[in-house]
């Protein structure tokens, strides 16, 4: 086996730098797209195929309730369920987070995805800055 050359070792450790510091400004933000997106119609059509039963419509019901702040206030807040409706207009399945976990976990998954696309874009553009920074402090002897 071939050992391995510096230059493979230092454009991994370029590479893990690049991912890292990617990954810390997208994935919150592809969290954040999730979570501000998760009652509109695309979230529901993506996510009720997996837990509406067959032959049911998802609908998104809000309505008002409290909940406690850090000093144990009672707030107004508003809170949404997904609600499967039969063909009689009956609700036969309600499921008030499940679908919102699900349409997060899908919004980090693609997050996820466009931190490996641009960190390996990235990844080879920074190496050689990094290379030309560091080659030009080197001095020659004699």
């Known amino acids: ?12 450790i370029v590479w893990l730098i690049v ?20 009652t509109t119609d ?4 993506t996510t ?4 509406c039963p067959p032959e049911t419509t998802p609908r998104v ?15 107004p807040a508003t809170a949404y369920v997904l609600e499967c409706v039969n063909a009689q207009g009956e609700v036969v399945k309600e499921d008030p ?7 997060l976990g899908i919004c980090a998954a693609i997050g996820l995805i466009a931190v490996i696309v641009v960190s390996l874009l990235v990844a ?3 190496g050689v800055l ?3 920074y560091f080659g030009k402090n080197k001095t020659t002897p004699g």
Do not use: H
């Not at 086996?1 to 991994?12: D, L």
């Not at 695309?42 to 059509?45: D, G, K, N, W």
């Not at 987070?97 to 349409?103: D, E, M, V």
């Open 1 to 12: 086996m071939k050992s391995v050359t510096t230059g493979t070792a230092s454009g991994c």
């Open 19 to 38: 991912l890292c510091l990617t990954s810390s400004c997208l994935l919150p933000v592809a969290i954040a797209i999730g979570s501000f997106t998760s």
């Open 42 to 45: 695309l979230a529901v059509r």
């Open 48 to 51: 009720a195929p997996y837990i």
């Open 61 to 75: 019901d809000s309505y008002q309730t409290t909940m406690r702040d850090e000093n144990g206030v009672d707030r």
């Open 97 to 103: 987070i499940a679908w919102t976990f699900l349409w």
């Open 124 to 126: 080879a553009p920074v």
């Open 130 to 132: 990094i290379g030309r």
